[in-house]
């Protein structure tokens, strides 16, 4: 599964940014699709996630103001991050769970990451 993500930049503190992502593998069927994040200088941690159901899943840090999308049709995912703060400067992840047709055993993969920075 390759994963193309785009829609990071720069952007004050308060803006919005969208981030997307499309997952590819046509012997692949796509499950649960996500972001994740990694400030600088910190670990990665979870962003948000949803199911091919459409069940979402946010990090505390993102409710309210960030929100996840997803179209099964194209395995894609957006990222809609409003009032953004300067601690949400990261690199954002996308990520996808994905199983070979026909198997049981699940992949990980990770898109290349994009940058997201918030000015104060």
């Known amino acids: 599964v390759q994963l193309q993500a785009s829609g990071g930049g720069l952007v004050q503190a308060g803006g919005s940014l969208r981030l997307s992502c499309a997952a590819s593998?046509?012997?692949?069927?796509?499950?649960?699709m996500g972001w994740y994040r990694q400030p600088p200088g910190k670990q990665r941690e979870l962003v948000a996630t949803i199911t091919g159901g459409g069940i979402t899943n946010y990090a505390y840090s993102a409710k309210g103001r960030f929100f996840i999308f997803r179209d099964n049709a194209k395995n894609t995912i957006d990222l809609q991050m409003n009032s953004l703060k300067p601690e949400d400067t990261a690199v954002y992840y996308c990520?996808?769970?994905?199983?070979?047709?026909?198997?049981?055993?699940?992949?990980?993969?990770w898109g290349q990451g994009t940058q997201v920075t918030v000015s104060s």
């Open positions: 990520n996808t769970h994905a199983t070979r047709r026909g198997r049981s055993y699940e992949y990980v993969y």
């Open positions: 593998g046509p012997e692949f069927r796509i499950g649960v």
